[in-house]
């Protein structure tokens, strides 16, 4: 009964794995030349903002661009001072602190390549 349940999660696990190289494989191949802009939206929760930015930088840092090119964190449920932390814990990265109703606003600002004031030029 245990072998079956270990051989059954090992195929399920392996065929999920080739599912994700087939999917790179062919994103890579088929449309080398062109560059889709991935997002990642997290929304802060008061009191757990700095842990939770604290993680996503480590999955930004460890996984890269397959994860997302910008995260866009929401902070409506934040008070100004843990705002300004996270503000200031995200400066320079690829981690934007903003409110729910400027997410449009700020992908369109970056989709049509304009710098974002707060972030330093490259």
Same mark, same amino acid.
């Given at each position: 009964?245990?072998?079956?349940?270990?051989?059954?999660?090992?195929?399920? /696990?392996?065929?999920?794995?080739?599912?994700? /190289? #087939?999917?790179? #494989?062919?994103?890579?191949?088929?449309?080398?030349?062109?560059?889709?802009?991935?997002?990642?939206?997290? /929304?802060?929760?008061?009191?757990?903002?700095?842990?939770?930015?604290? @993680?996503?930088? @480590?999955?930004?840092?460890?996984?890269?661009?397959? @994860?997302?090119?910008?995260?866009?964190?929401?902070?409506?449920?934040?008070?100004?001072?843990?705002?300004?932390?996270?503000?200031?814990?995200?400066?320079?990265?690829?981690?934007?602190?903003?409110? #729910?109703?400027?997410?449009?606003?700020?992908?369109? #600002?970056?989709?049509?390549?304009?710098?974002?004031?707060?972030?330093?030029?490259?």
């Amino acid at each position: 009964m245990i072998k079956t349940i270990i051989l059954t999660l090992a195929v399920t /696990f392996s065929a999920l794995g080739i599912c994700d /190289f #087939l999917h790179t #494989l062919r994103s890579t191949l088929l449309l080398p030349d062109v560059k889709t802009n991935k997002y990642s939206v997290l /929304f802060l929760k008061h009191g757990h903002a700095l842990s939770q930015l604290r @993680f996503i930088s @480590f999955k930004l840092r460890w996984y890269g661009g397959e @994860f997302a090119d910008r995260v866009l964190a929401i902070s409506d449920d934040l008070d100004p001072a843990e705002i300004a932390l996270c503000e200031k814990y995200s400066y320079g990265s690829s981690i934007r602190i903003c409110s #729910l109703c400027d997410i449009s606003s700020i992908i369109n #600002l970056y989709e049509t390549g304009e710098t974002d004031e707060r972030e330093p030029s490259p």
